[in-house]
């Protein structure tokens, strides 16, 4: 099947009312967007290759291990997302230390060696990529959505870890209106049983890295509008938006109700404005940024729960808590004793929910 006919078969276009300037010819005004002009094609996904490492090498788009069945009721998927600040120094040996500390995570004793897992990383470069693919235990257990930065946008991007025992079916990016060049990148989990087709058989699973700072007008509504509508698409039965939401505006705080999603965070007993660094277990842990930060970040923006855990449809997410605190770059190497980076990360349980029906309809 040719790249078009799939990307047809995966998106429907929404609808749009068109309108010409004499500067820009035509433009496209997406429903549902603030009524500005938007550039035609701007924010369609794009498909992109994913890699598998087979006979010593990263091979495009490779099909070699077995599926999970996620139509069982029972499955479940470990969801990790980490921000890795890309500008700090001793970038290279800051993401070896990242990548030592999530590979001890993975083999802790709390964590289910059978439960497959996924990685959303923001904020690589190039250098992180090729440590990424030459890192053992990724190759042995993860396919991996970029190899080199071609499909950024910027120097910098997201990149995800998606493991060899789901039937990954997709792989796109969207768009953002951004002065940062920000996208979104999307996977796709394929969850039918390949006898039958379901009106909504897939899981979709977005990696974004929001506009920083505060703009006027804002984006970051507008971007997690049109990564929503990706997720609540007809063939979609349950979606998930992660990364840094870079939420520090009054406002941010309601962008998930604001287009239907739900906030692990708070759907976890977690009380916005109650965040705290440390204190007592429970919803006041809730700061991913700022405690880490270099060069007196902290003192000037303060701590913020920038990076969030986001879901709709027929999943949920369960089981929320902190990563990557207090990681550091080891002694002996260049930069020791810096942190890795300057936020932490999040890890969340993954369930896919089926109602007794809709299985029987998909399997039957």
Request: aromatic share 8%; net charge positive.
């Amino acid at each position: 099947m040719s790249m078009t006919s799939l990307m047809k078969r995966i998106f429907r276009k929404p609808s749009t009312k068109q309108i010409s300037t004499k500067h820009s010819g035509r433009l496209v005004i997406l429903d549902k967007q603030p009524e500005e002009a938007v550039p035609a094609g701007l924010h369609d996904p794009k498909l992109q290759p994913y890699y598998t490492f087979t006979n010593g090498a990263w091979k495009e788009n490779i099909h070699p291990f077995p599926a999970t069945d996620l139509l069982s009721n029972d499955i479940k998927i470990k969801l990790i997302t980490w921000n890795i600040d890309f500008q700090a120094v001793a970038g290279p040996q800051r993401m070896a230390a990242a990548l030592q500390y999530l590979k001890i995570v993975l083999a802790s004793s709390s964590f289910h060696a059978d439960m497959p897992t996924i990685i959303f990383f923001q904020e690589m470069t190039s250098s992180d990529l090729n440590i990424i693919q030459s890192t053992s235990w990724v190759q042995s257990r993860f396919r991996i959505t970029d190899i080199s930065p071609i499909n950024w946008l910027s120097r910098y991007g997201t990149t995800t870890l998606v493991d060899l025992r789901l039937p990954l079916n997709a792989v796109f990016r969207t768009r953002y209106a951004s002065n940062m060049n920000r996208d979104a990148l999307f996977i796709d989990l394929d969850c039918s049983d390949g006898r039958s087709r379901s009106r909504n058989s897939r899981i979709r699973l977005g990696n974004t890295h929001l506009e920083s700072l505060a703009a006027n007008p804002p984006l970051r509504p507008a971007q997690v509008a049109l990564a929503s509508r990706l997720l609540k698409h007809g063939s979609v039965h349950g979606g998930v938006l992660v990364g840094d939401f870079n939420a520090i505006q009054d406002f941010d705080r309601t962008l998930h109700v604001d287009n239907g999603l739900k906030d692990t965070y708070l759907e976890a007993g977690g009380i916005e404005g109650a965040e705290k660094e440390g204190g007592a277990e429970g919803c006041e842990k809730g700061w991913t940024w700022g405690m880490q930060s270099h060069g007196g970040q902290r003192v000037t923006f303060g701590c913020s729960r920038m990076d969030k855990m986001l879901f709709c449809g027929g999943v949920r997410l369960e089981k929320l808590e902190r990563i990557g605190e207090g990681v550091k770059v080891p002694e002996g190497e260049v930069g020791k004793g810096l942190f890795v980076t300057d936020h932490l990360g999040l890890m969340a349980d993954l369930v896919i929910e089926w109602q007794p029906t809709k299985k029987s309809a998909i399997t039957s």
